[in-house]
């Protein structure tokens, strides 16, 4: 297949719509989780007979590394690897040794609720991941059990964060969702166990990702509030941002002891400054979190579309984008007439 050849002046070029520049991609493994976190795959809907997507309707591994290798000809510098639950995929440190090598990308991170992490995290960082983000909405057992939906052992996903440190897989961060009446009084505790151990903790607002969580504005605390209970414990200050397209507000802790983040879909958007597309695992390209619809990339993959051709659909999908939903989003709205939106599990989050 022949390879094709971008100057960094085109690679400038390719902008959206709304001049946004593509930066990074995010690839789901799998839409399978051994997790049922209720906001994202409530045990109701994803029960035993649940139909998941078969192996041969996933991107089988070589079909992931063309999709990353033509993204980063096209200006891609970062990778995340999403799920479902990406460490079920018992191939991941092979697919990581692939990729950590291409050609353009400075940045690979894996996101992953870290209870299957422990006994393969050195593993990872040899075959070239550079660092984690691990899910944890709560360090109480009760509160950790609920959110997960009854399959998380809190223990093991600490053992997790732990060997993912021995490893050299840092920065990590800690993804923490937080509910009104869920886990918000949980947060404080939580901050307080990895306040000065170099692990980077981001609360998120509870979003209306995808149609299963039941969304509601009234279950969102906002980050404004959550900033003022931090600064009351612990006094804070800003920080810039660390590159263009960061989603996070930093913060560190006054007396030295790390940052904190604050992750704000709900009540400060920030998609003027996206740069991700998403690869969901059966081969849909998605330009939004919250997207409705996406293109097929697995049916060209099959057909024989060669690296050109592919970077002609890539070039084609971004260039058209114009996705602002969070800006746009009328929480009332929201709420009572949900759109079909395509759910977290199948794109990460």
């Not at 990872?124 to 009760?142: C, F, K, M, P, W």
């Not at 093991?156 to 440190?165: F, K, S």
């Not at 961060?173 to 505790?189: A, C, E, F, S, Y």
């Amino acid at each position: 297949m022949s390879a094709p050849q971008e100057t960094s002046s085109e690679h400038e070029r390719l902008k959206d719509a709304l001049s946004r520049p593509l930066h990074d991609l995010r690839i789901s493994l799998l839409d399978r989780c051994n997790f049922r976190c209720p906001y994202c795959m409530p045990a109701s809907e994803y029960h035993a007979d649940y139909e998941f997507l078969t192996r041969a309707q996933r991107l089988s591994h070589d079909e992931i590394y063309t999709v990353a290798r033509v993204a980063a000809t096209l200006g891609v510098s970062k990778l995340r690897l999403t799920g479902g639950e990406p460490l079920l995929d018992k191939a991941l440190p092979k697919l990581v040794d692939r990729l950590a090598v291409l050609p353009g990308i400075d940045d690979l991170a894996l996101t992953t609720n870290a209870m299957l992490l422990a006994p393969v995290a050195q593993t990872l960082a040899n075959a070239g991941l550079h660092r984690v983000t691990i899910s944890l909405d709560s360090l109480d057992e009760q509160v950790f059990r609920t959110m997960s939906g009854g399959r998380g052992n809190l223990q093991q996903v600490l053992d997790g964060i732990a060997a993912a440190e021995k490893a050299g897989l840092t920065p990590i961060k800690i993804n923490v969702v937080v509910q009104r009446g869920i886990n918000d009084h949980t947060v404080l505790d939580l901050l307080e166990h990895f306040r000065g151990t170099g692990h980077i903790v981001r609360l998120i607002e509870f979003m209306d990702v995808g149609n299963r969580n039941g969304w509601r504005m009234e279950q969102v605390v906002p980050s404004l509030d959550l900033l003022d209970a931090v600064n009351e414990t612990w006094p804070v200050s800003p920080l810039g941002r660390n590159y263009d397209g960061e989603v996070a507000s930093r913060y560190r802790y006054d007396d030295g002891k790390g940052e904190i983040g604050f992750i704000s879909s709900v009540t400060k958007p920030f998609c003027g400054s996206c740069s991700r597309a998403r690869l969901s695992a059966d081969g849909t390209l998605y330009t939004c979190l919250f997207a409705t619809h996406g293109t097929d990339l697995r049916e060209p993959l099959r057909n024989g579309a060669d690296d050109d051709e592919l970077a002609d659909i890539l070039k084609r999908i971004w260039l058209q984008r114009a996705d602002r939903y969070s800006e746009l989003r009328r929480p009332d709205v929201a709420a009572a007439h949900p759109l079909s939106k395509v759910e977290m599990y199948r794109i990460g989050g």
